[in-house]
């Protein structure tokens, strides 16, 4: 995702629901714009990577990899990189920019994943549960193929950012779908997210198995304010993103294996 902090354009408006989400329609406009864009390129990636810390040589997958800058990222830091998305287009993109670097999968994350169980140290999923009403089976999944000890590191549209540009307020307790249309170079397209008040979050994580080690609300990499002067200063006093580190309990013995 790479909404600023601003009220989307067409908050709240009824999509299609055959429509909405539909990334292989805008994986072009859509990877152009992430490539390069404040909230995604200064600010979410690298609060990834500061979360993630040293790498090198660790199985990481990227769930909900896109067009794979994250995965290039990580790559490049000398981790094991597999990649998995659900737009065929997004992952083209993906293997134009990493070559046969990174193993990609075409997979949905309400469904089973291809893996065996404790196949990664890390599972990266960058702005990807917010689209999901139910995580319960796809957090169950990331678990199973997360080794003991392991790491799920996890960025959502913040809580109280659906919750405070809706008019009138939903009930925050709640878990509830909201829509709206983003623009790429004139191109509208409608999306559909899922906002959840925090503790729905944390007890979802606590529930799949996983030890909250982190939340996190960081700020935007000091080169943004030269870059975006304007909106530089917005998204330093506003919430926009959260993140969370979970971890894998390490095993009975105490054997990250």
Same mark, same amino acid.
């Given at each position: 995702m790479n909404r600023l902090t601003d009220v989307p354009e067409n908050f709240d408006q009824p999509a299609d629901p055959a429509r909405a989400n539909d990334y292989d329609s805008f994986a072009e406009a859509y990877s152009a714009e992430n490539e390069h864009s404040l909230v995604n390129a200064y600010y979410e990636r690298p609060a990834m990577l500061a979360l993630a810390g040293d790498v090198a040589g660790r199985r990481i997958l990227d769930a909900g990899c896109g067009s794979g800058p994250l995965s290039a990222a990580l790559r490049d +830091?000398?981790?094991?990189?597999?990649?998995?998305?659900?737009?065929?287009?997004?992952?083209?993109?993906?293997?134009?920019?990493?070559?046969?670097?990174?193993?990609?999968? +075409?997979?949905?994350?309400?469904?089973?994943?291809?893996?065996?169980?404790?196949?990664?140290?890390?599972?990266?999923?960058?702005?990807?549960?917010?689209?999901?009403?139910?995580?319960?089976?796809?957090?169950?999944?990331?678990? +199973?193929?997360l080794r003991p000890g392991g790491r799920l590191i996890a960025s959502v549209d913040h809580p109280f950012v659906a919750y405070t540009i809706q008019d009138p307020r939903p009930d925050y307790f709640a878990t509830t779908s909201y829509t709206f249309d983003w623009t790429f170079n004139g191109q509208s397209v409608p999306m559909r997210f899922w906002r959840r008040p925090m503790h729905a979050?944390?007890?979802?994580?606590?529930?799949?198995?996983? +030890?909250?080690?982190?939340?996190?609300?960081?700020?935007?990499?000091?080169?943004?304010?030269?870059?975006?002067?304007?909106?530089?200063?917005?998204?330093?006093?506003?919430?926009?993103?959260?993140?969370?580190?979970?971890?894998?309990?390490?095993?009975?013995?105490?054997?990250?294996?």
């Open positions: +830091r000398g981790a094991v990189v597999t990649g998995i998305d659900a737009s065929a287009g997004m992952l083209a993109l993906a293997r134009r920019r990493l070559g046969d670097d990174v193993a990609l999968h +075409r997979v949905d994350l309400r469904d089973r994943l291809p893996f065996d169980d404790g196949a990664f140290d890390d599972v990266v999923a960058s702005l990807v549960l917010h689209y999901l009403e139910d995580w319960a089976p796809t957090l169950a999944e990331l678990r +199973r193929v979050m944390t007890d979802a994580f606590t529930a799949a198995g996983f +030890r909250l080690a982190v939340i996190s609300e960081p700020q935007p990499a000091p080169a943004a304010r030269e870059l975006f002067p304007d909106d530089f200063h917005d998204l330093s006093i506003k919430t926009n993103f959260l993140f969370f580190v979970l971890e894998v309990p390490p095993s009975a013995t105490g054997a990250d294996d």
